[in-house]
Every structure is written in structure tokens, then in C-alpha cells.
């Protein structure tokens, strides 16, 4: 499912899930972390950027693919 984004929706976007990606993928590199630690950094990265995404008004769309992705478990 396609969110219904505008162009200029997009670029503001684009650069705040860049970013969690760069974070996700260092704490993924961090051979220092237990698993259990790597788990809870990542679902504290995600919330944090989850907040990004809502403060910037993407909260209808993020809803709608949420609710998308539970029909289809």
C-alpha cells in the first residue's frame, strides 16, 4: 500500500527516514551490544523518529498504513 504523499510531503520525509536508517544501521554494526540491547535501542529509535514523522503531520497517513499492515497478519 502506497501512501498518498505530495512531492513536498516527500522531501521532508525523506531525509528523517534517512537519518533512522543511519541510526539503525550503526546500532546494528555495534558488535558491543547484547541482542536484547540492540532490540531495545532500535525500538527506542524507532519511536523517536515515529515522533518526527507525527510532529511534521504525517500521523493520518502512518494510521492508515498501520491499520494497513495489521489486515494483512
Request: proline share 3%.
Amino acid at each position: 500500500m502506497a501512501l498518498n504523499l505530495t512531492n513536498d510531503q516527500k522531501a521532508k520525509l525523506k531525509p528523517i527516514l534517512q537519518d533512522q536508517m543511519q541510526h539503525m544501521k550503526a546500532v546494528h554494526e555495534d558488535g558491543s551490544l547484547l541482542p536484547e540491547q540492540k532490540r531495545t535501542k532500535m525500538e527506542s529509535i524507532h519511536e523517536s523518529f515515529h515522533d518526527q514523522i507525527n510532529a511534521v503531520g504525517y500521523k493520518q497517513e502512518w494510521c492508515t498504513l498501520s491499520q494497513y499492515g495489521m489486515e494483512d497478519r
